[in-house]
Nanobody, 124 residues
């Protein structure tokens, strides 16, 4: 059984930084494309960023380009989301997701497996 566990959320002032981590267990991590999603109060869950199994391809939603960086360490079975220049509108529960196929992950934005989420709150 595949399990995903996020950490690194918290409260930060606008302009600050946080790094989220998501560790995967139960299957070979390097088989998965990975992604981050977020859900703000009263809004639908939205795609934030994705990374291919090798790390050679990445994709971001427009609102975070230039501020967020997704990366992965296959030896540690962990994907990261470095978030800089945070804004109050980045406040949300952040979820990591895993899917076998990177192109399908981007196309459908629906992972096969989800983490439980970590809260990020950005104060103004």
């Amino acid at each position: 059984q595949v399990q995903l566990g996020e950490s690194g959320g918290g409260l930060v002032q606008a302009g600050g930084s946080l790094r989220l981590s998501c560790t995967v267990s139960g299957r070979t991590f390097s088989n998965f494309a990975m992604a981050w999603f977020r859900q703000a109060p009263g809004k639908e869950r939205e795609f934030v960023a994705a990374i291919s199994w090798s790390g050679g391809s990445t994709n971001y939603t427009n609102s975070v380009k230039g501020r967020f960086t997704i990366s992965r360490d296959n030896a540690k079975s962990t994907v990261y989301l470095q978030m800089n220049s945070l804004k109050p509108e980045d406040t949300a529960v952040y979820y990591c997701g895993a899917r076998w196929d990177y192109d399908l992950l981007l196309l459908y934005q629906t992972p096969n497996f989800w983490g439980q989420g970590t809260q990020v709150t950005v104060s103004s």
